[in-house]
């Protein structure tokens, strides 16, 4: 697959792709306003967007166009969804912009999910007059300080996986303090991400996982488990990157209060969660039993 910028040759193929896309993800509204909307969309709206296609074999099979840094349009053809078109097309912007904008349909579960997936987090949400329907936007930003001449980007945090399994497992192993058991397996993993999809997290830089977090909860309370940094990557802000990514997802989720486990001879554990302003609850007792 190739990204490449959009040629004035590509033109009908983006519309007839952002056509195909739009009436699919968005049945709640109805066909006739996306149809009027084609020749807007080719004489108006894209030669003023700056536009990235993906192409497979000489096709174009998905797009993205902003305008400046709000995505107008991200779209790929219906039969190539799930191939990762979607995901390198966001990931050309994130690396061309440093920060991102975008508007979602409430009712689009799937773009909601796609975005918090790459790091996207909610920051308000509006009545679009002209359809009647809620708009839920959402920004990313280049996680860290920005970068000056010379020096090398900060890793990204990004939602975690179960392709990232092996090299997750891996770094927990290797992290002092973490308590690893049977519940810890490729399965039972996949089944709590799945519980709780794009809550979790890793700090990623140049391919190489450099922290994780995993980040779920009941409906009523959060919980954070297995936060964990590489030993040569830390005190780099890493973690606590991580575990405030970790709260915004939950925020986002409603949930307003986030409880963690940590081994009280984990000494720098402990710490690390002090300085981070969690409080130890001294009034609560801990007891277990296997089901």
């Given at each position: ?6 040629e ?12 195909k896309a739009s009436?699919?993800?968005h ?5 006739e306003i ?14 003023l ?5 993906a ?8 797009f ?5 840094q ?5 779209f790929v053809e ?5 191939k990762?078109?979607?995901t390198?097309?966001i990931?050309r912007?994130?690396?061309e912009?440093?920060?991102?904008t ?5 009712k689009n579960?799937?773009a ?11 920051t ?5 007059t002209e359809?009647g329907e809620?708009?839920i ?5 280049q996680?860290g300080d920005?970068?000056?001449?010379g020096e090398?980007k ?5 939602a975690?996986v179960?392709?990232d399994?092996?090299a997750?497992?891996e770094?927990?192993?290797n ?11 490729r ?10 999809p794009?809550?979790s997290?890793v700090?990623?830089?140049d391919g190489e996982?450099?922290g ?11 919980y ?7 030993s040569d990557?830390?005190l780099?802000g890493?973690g606590?990157?991580l575990v ?5 997802n939950?925020k986002a ?8 486990f940590?081994?009280?001879?984990n000494?720098?554990?402990v ?16 007891m277990?039993?296997?089901?």
């Amino acid at each position: 697959m190739k990204i490449r910028k959009f040629e004035p040759k590509d033109r009908d193929s983006i519309v007839e792709i952002w056509y195909k896309a739009s009436i699919i993800a968005h049945d709640f509204i109805p066909k006739e306003i996306w149809e009027a909307e084609k020749t807007t969309i080719r004489d108006q709206y894209l030669p003023l967007a700056e536009t990235w296609v993906a192409e497979e074999e000489g096709k174009v099979i998905g797009f993205i166009s902003l305008l400046d840094q709000y995505i107008g349009g991200l779209f790929v053809e219906p039969s190539q969804q799930g191939k990762g078109a979607g995901t390198q097309l966001i990931q050309r912007a994130q690396e061309e912009k440093g920060h991102l904008t975008v508007g979602v349909y409430s009712k689009n579960s799937a773009a909601r999910g796609f975005y918090r997936k790459h790091g996207f987090r909610k920051t308000n949400e509006e009545l679009q007059t002209e359809t009647g329907e809620i708009v839920i936007n959402k920004a990313w930003k280049q996680a860290g300080d920005s970068v000056k001449s010379g020096e090398s980007k900060p890793a990204a945090i990004r939602a975690l996986v179960i392709e990232d399994y092996d090299a997750v497992i891996e770094l927990w192993q290797n992290t002092e303090g973490i308590g690893l058991s049977e519940t810890d397996s490729r399965e039972n993993i996949r089944r709590f991400l799945a519980r709780n999809p794009y809550l979790s997290s890793v700090a990623e830089k140049d391919g190489e996982i450099l922290g994780a977090v995993l980040c779920g909860h009941d409906s009523r309370r959060g919980y954070l488990h297995h936060l964990a940094v590489r030993s040569d990557r830390r005190l780099q802000g890493i973690g606590k990157r991580l575990v405030d990514i970790s709260l915004e997802n939950l925020k986002a989720e409603g949930i307003d209060k986030c409880h963690i486990f940590v081994f009280r001879e984990n000494e720098k554990g402990v710490a690390f969660w002090a300085q981070n302003e969690w409080k130890a609850r001294l009034d609560l007792t801990i007891m277990s039993k296997r089901t």
